[in-house]
């Protein structure tokens, strides 16, 4: 997994309960460290029944802590130390029994002290049996947590260890990330922004079975809006042609056909703060839309499918910015087969954009489909900023930082 500037140098507590989902809570652990976080685990005294400290502790490369280390004597009163100084505290499994320790301020264990000094935001992600979790008591205490301000991540549907099949299971270790990345972007520069991003390639129908497409997976629109998110923006991501799943905290628009884009794009970036145009929008739609399938017969030698133009998202976007406020900052990509720079030129002064980002995608190790992009930053001022081949999360972050100068 990729380091998160996130979550560089970012003091996470992790608490684990003793729950059965407590295993999972290692590969979370895991996860957090390779985003760069510092991570200290704290096990309650029935989590090591089903896990051990040192399989925390090595996935973390640093200690972990148990109700042993509440009475240490070596540092100065730990639990307050390690309360205050984190940005953020996960308790994940989150038992019952904690649940209501929490809710009630008690604090008889490392964990319920640790919750209980903290001044970091506290996600709590519960996982018990259907029963448990349905209870009445449950329930109070986790709406009393909720309205002072714990985030609670969960509990998932599924099957449960005991068999029953239900609400209760522990949010996946993947999830629980990206939920703490909306809770700890909460903070960051983009807070209170409102960020449209498209992604993906859109499918123009010829006939109800068939249509014509590109090779757009939508790579770098998702790594856009998840770079917004970690920013702290209100991200709504409106999505053609895509298999990824949303990013937490991101509102999805699935559409089809450049018309529906077009559409969509309109709508949400009418109040927007900016507007990031990642998606592959066909140039050219089928005249007509055949009603049944088109059948081929024995004498069928060749088709024709006339093909004319699909609406110019990015000229009605400058339109409709002319017109009423539309969004602040608008970002195009132009993706190219050959004269790059020229065509990305051209684009970014005719659609009176604010940045367009130049993408070769010629190459193997840019553009559609692959993990990496390398791409050249061309502003309205002249600017020319070249980019060396890097992940496209990393393109996100320079997109992100030019948007954040834009904005100002
Ligand atoms: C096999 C087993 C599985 C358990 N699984 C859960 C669970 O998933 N969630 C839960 O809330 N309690 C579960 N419990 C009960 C807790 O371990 C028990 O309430 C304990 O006191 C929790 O302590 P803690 O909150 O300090 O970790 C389980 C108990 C056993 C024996």
């Known amino acids: 997994m990729d380091m998160i500037p996130l979550f560089h140098n970012k003091h996470i507590v992790l608490g684990v309960c003793g729950g059965i989902a407590a295993y999972k809570t290692a590969d979370l652990a895991s996860k957090l460290t390779q985003a760069g976080a510092l991570v200290d685990c704290i096990l309650t005294e029935s989590a090591t029944k089903f896990i051990g400290p040192v399989t925390f502790a090595a ?14 004597t070596d540092a100065h009163v730990p639990h307050v130390q390690l309360g205050e100084s984190a940005d953020l505290t996960i308790i994940a499994p989150a038992t019952a029994n904690t649940l209501a320790k929490l809710a009630h301020g008690q604090a008889d264990n490392m964990l319920s002290v640790v919750a209980l000094a903290a001044r970091c935001p506290i996600i709590l992600v519960p996982a018990m049996d259907g029963g448990m979790w349905s209870n009445a008591a449950t329930q109070a205490n986790v709406e009393t947590l909720r309205q002072r301000g714990f985030n609670v991540c969960g509990p998932a549907m599924g099957r ?29 520069a983009f807070s209170g922004q409102k960020i449209v991003v498209t992604a993906g390639g859109t499918h123009e129908a010829i006939d109800p079975v068939r249509f014509i497409g590109n090779r757009s997976s939508g790579k770098q629109g998702f790594a856009i809006a998840q770079a917004a998110i970690d920013r702290g923006a209100d991200v ?9 799943p949303t990013p937490f905290g991101v509102t999805r628009i699935n559409v089809e056909s450049a018309q529906q884009m077009c559409e969509a794009v309109l709508a949400a970036s009418r109040e927007a703060d900016a507007l990031v145009m990642a998606a592959a929008v066909a140039d050219f739609q089928a005249a007509s839309q055949a009603d049944q399938k088109i ?28 017109k009423t406020s539309g969004p602040r900052v608008t970002i195009g990509f132009a993706a190219e087969t050959q004269n790059l720079l020229a065509n990305a030129t051209s684009k970014l002064h005719s659609k009176g954009l604010d940045l367009i980002i130049a993408n070769d995608v010629s190459a193997s190790d840019a553009g559609f489909a692959v993990d ?25 972050e320079h997109v992100l930082n030019r948007l954040a100068a834009l904005l100002k």
């Open 372 to 396: 990496t992009n390398r791409v050249t930053l061309l502003d309205a001022g002249g600017g020319v900023e070249p980019l060396p081949i890097m992940s496209k999360a990393q393109v996100a």
């Open 59 to 72: 996935v973390t490369g640093r200690a972990a802590l148990t109700d042993a280390d509440l009475w240490r």
């Open 295 to 322: 059948k081929k017969t024995k004498d069928t030698v060749d088709l024709e499918v006339k093909l004319v133009r699909t609406p110019d998202i990015l000229q009605a976007v400058k339109e409709q910015r002319e």
């Open 160 to 188: 449960m260890a005991s068999g029953l099949v239900g609400a209760g299971r522990m949010e996946e270790p993947a999830d629980i990330l990206g939920f703490a990345r909306v809770v700890l972007g909460k903070r960051s």
């Open 236 to 244: 709504t991501l409106i999505v053609g042609a895509s298999a990824l």
